[in-house]
């Protein structure tokens, strides 16, 4: 069982990606889905997350107003629209299953990371 990341690329300042989240070999209803990235040289940031019962989000204040994270339990998938990008978006984007997800609150994984997506925003 694993969550599989894939939709990172090379883009262009102001460009867009779409971040999908796999679930491979379990459901993802019932999962609390959390994205984090890891930048050159830095420790892994919460970026956004999702619960699995009511909806709550959650966005670090650097993505809010550009990136929405979204799930497809039938599809077994959570997304990371990410829009209007920055050159400090640039990281490695990992998924994982957190605890609980609260608007004000970062999330904390649990588990260990997978291989992650890489995006790249440079022009």
């Not at 997978?114 to 022009?123: A, D, K, P």
Request: aromatic content about 8%; charged content about 15%; some cysteine.
């Amino acid at each position: 069982a694993q969550l599989v990341e894939s939709g990172g690329g090379l883009v262009q300042p102001g460009g867009s990606l779409r971040l999908s989240c796999v679930a491979s070999g379990f459901t993802l209803d019932g999962w609390t889905i959390g994205w984090f990235r890891q930048a050159p040289g830095k420790e892994h940031e919460g970026v956004s997350c999702v619960s699995n019962n009511d909806g709550s989000t959650y966005y670090v204040d650097s993505v809010k107003g550009r990136f929405t994270i979204s799930r497809d339990n039938a599809k077994n998938t959570v997304y990371l629209q990410m829009n209007n990008l920055k050159p400090e978006d640039t990281a490695v984007y990992h998924c994982a299953g957190v605890h609980r997800c609260l608007e004000h609150d970062p999330p904390t994984p649990f588990g260990s990371w997978g291989q992650g997506t890489r995006v790249t925003v440079s022009s």
